[in-house]
């Protein structure tokens, strides 16, 4: 709107948290030297956990923790489900917004779908121990104006990412360039089907073991903080 362009007009720099975020701001004139990429990872203390056992013969369970609103892409999301093949698999919702009736009937339709409703955050932790793969959404059209941080908090949990998000929005860029997921292609209502299919326990140990990696060695928040405080000081100091 106007009025967002007006105050942003009034910034000497801008901070994004994705890199397609920051395309968005160019075409829309901003200058490349005002805008700083600085992804949302916050301060994490790490868990060192063992991620949740998953064999051949036990269930694939999928976790999506959140906001169900109108912005992330859930009745996409539930259509790729629909057509899912694959029976030894649980897809957990938690959260709450305006997508949770839909869930809810769904639900009612389809055993393997579960909502849990909200939680406490304090129940937050045992979730995520107790499940395998978080499921990530964005509605079509949204990219350059939302990034899931949860996307990194999956991460830091051990979970690797299943997302169905645009080509090139920065949930896409971080799964592709640190092999950290899967992601569902929005035109193929059998996509998800066929990643389903073919996560073994040999293919979800090698996913995790990546995901390891990344949520030890990547996925500090201190730089970022750091990046946003040193932005700071040198506004100050002008």
Not at 211 to 222: A, C, M, N, P
Request: overall charge negative.
């Amino acid at each position: 709107s106007l009025l967002y362009r007006a105050s942003y007009n009034l910034c000497d720099d801008i901070v994004v948290v994705g890199r397609d975020m920051r395309e968005e701001f160019i075409k829309k004139g901003f200058s490349d030297s005002s805008l700083h990429y600085i992804p949302n990872l916050g301060q994490t203390v790490f868990d060192d956990f063992e991620a949740c056992h998953y064999g051949e013969d036990s269930k694939l369970k999928l976790l999506f923790f959140g906001n169900l609103g109108k912005f992330q892409g859930i009745p996409e999301l539930l259509d790729q489900i629909s057509h899912v093949k694959r029976k030894n698999v649980d897809f957990i919702f938690v959260g709450a917004g305006e997508n949770q009736i839909v869930i809810q009937e769904r639900a009612k339709q389809d055993t393997r779908i579960k909502y849990l409703g909200q939680v406490p955050m304090s129940e937050r932790d045992k979730i995520y121990k107790t499940t395998h793969v978080s499921m990530i959404s964005v509605r079509r059209g949204m990219k350059g104006l939302c990034v899931p941080s949860k996307s990194y908090f999956s991460l830091a949990n051990r979970h690797p990412i299943l997302a169905m998000v645009e080509k090139n929005s920065e949930i896409d860029l971080l799964c592709s360039e640190l092999d950290c997921g899967w992601l569902i292609d929005y035109d193929d209502c059998n996509s998800m089907s066929n990643i389903l299919d073919g996560i073994s326990d040999d293919v979800f140990r090698t996913k995790l073991n990546k995901v390891r990696q990344i949520s030890t060695e990547l996925l500090d928040g201190s730089q970022s903080l750091n990046s946003i405080k040193n932005i700071m000081l040198e506004n100050l100091q002008r």
